[in-house]
């Protein structure tokens, strides 16, 4: 197995990570540093991250959180803050990671696994992830942006590809839905902020095939077989 699969079947982050993880010097193979993500891991390896053994993990975990606000979406942050892991981390002792990430305002749905395969396929871009968001903006917003929004807007990293926008049936229209499959960093934020309006409320409500039925906010529940298997089908 390859140096960066073994260090993201560890459960230590995914597998990119992983790969820059040992570009940086991190990582350890017998007492020694090793540079190359795709050395091929002996049985006999002893693989160190920061002094720490890594084992592979016979248990894949797959968790569906509905994050709440005012949490960082990080294994743990330097500045004290409330992370997603401080919320599933006394249920589920197999260290897993979440899939992607959600601002520390933004809430919904959020996937935390130790499968560094499903989570590679889930964050590449060619794999066209759906994920779709309830926004709640500072006022109305009319047909004509939601137009511009839907041919795609030109920002500072490239144009905004967006899937389909409408507003929120039975709302007033400063209530809209945004479907997207591009995972440009605040993405959603940029493009409403770009336009002049403000988010009072961002909500992933849909991920992947996944929706928050019978998940509260802040609360967690491991998939179910049939939604493993639809996730390993659908990427």
């Not at 979406?73 to 002792?93: L, N, S």
């Not at 903006?137 to 942006?145: G, Q, R």
């Amino acid at each position: 197995m390859r140096l960066n699969k073994y260090i993201a079947h560890s459960g230590l982050c995914s597998r990119r990570k992983a790969g820059d993880l040992v570009k940086e010097g991190v990582v350890k193979v017998n007492g020694e540093i090793e540079a190359n993500p795709a050395y091929e891991v002996q049985k006999e390896d002893k693989v160190e991250y920061k002094g720490r053994v890594l084992r592979l993990e016979s248990k894949m975990v797959y968790v569906l959180m509905n994050k709440p606000k005012n949490t960082v979406t990080t294994t743990a942050d330097e500045k004290g803050r409330r992370t997603v892991m401080d919320i599933v981390q006394k249920k589920h002792k197999e260290r897993i990671y979440p899939v992607g990430r959600l601002d520390k305002n933004t809430v919904g749905l959020l996937l935390l696994t130790n499968d560094g395969d499903l989570a590679k396929k889930l964050s590449h871009p060619s794999h066209k992830v759906t994920k779709k968001y309830h926004v709640v903006l500072d006022k109305e917003i009319p047909e004509a942006h939601l137009k511009q929004i839907k041919d795609g807007l030109i920002l500072e990293d490239g144009k905004a590809e967006v899937d389909d926008i409408d507003w929120i049936f039975d709302s007033d229209n400063s209530e809209v839905g945004i479907e997207i499959h591009i995972g440009k960093n605040r993405i959603v934020r940029r493009i409403f902020d770009h336009l002049g309006y403000k988010i009072l409320k961002l909500d992933r409500v849909y991920y992947a095939g996944l929706t928050k039925k019978d998940l509260p906010r802040g609360w967690f529940r491991d998939l179910k077989p049939k939604e493993i298997v639809m996730l390993k089908h659908f990427s």
